[in-house]
């Protein structure tokens, strides 16, 4: 039984920072994808970021790219998401997720574990 449980979410001006971490558990991660998505209100789950198990490889959603940065710890275990320079369109709650792609994607329908997500607000 996989298990994703995140932390790290909050409440945070614009311009500030969060880092979201996400811990994997329950089986064992060799090749796969761990992806971040997030869910604004009344919208659908887009794709955020996502790293490759080696941290070799990286994926970012155009309006993320340069503000956010997904990282993956030694152990292999946790995977975090460092976001600088928030925006109140960051606002959303935030799943991370596991694919057995080896390619990191964007592909929603790739990913088969969720996490039940963190909620991150931005105020203007």
């Known amino acids: 039984q996989v298990q994703l449980v995140e932390s790290g979410g909050g409440l945070v001006q614009a311009g500030g920072s969060l880092r979201l971490s996400c811990a994997a558990s329950g089986r064992t991660f060799s090749v796969c994808t761990m992806g971040w998505f997030r869910q604004a209100p009344g919208k659908e789950r887009d794709f955020t970021a996502a790293i490759n198990w080696s941290g070799r490889s990286t994926y970012y959603a155009d309006s993320v790219k340069g503000r956010f940065t997904i990282s993956i710890d030694n152990a292999k275990t946790t995977v975090y998401l460092q976001m600088n320079s928030l925006k109140p369109e960051d606002t959303a709650v935030y799943y991370c997720?596991?694919?057995?792609?080896?390619?990191?994607?964007?592909?929603?329908?790739?990913?088969?574990?969720w996490g039940q997500g963190t909620q991150v607000t931005v105020s203007s």
């Open positions: 997720a596991v694919s057995d792609d080896r390619v990191p994607t964007s592909r929603y329908d790739t990913y088969d574990y």
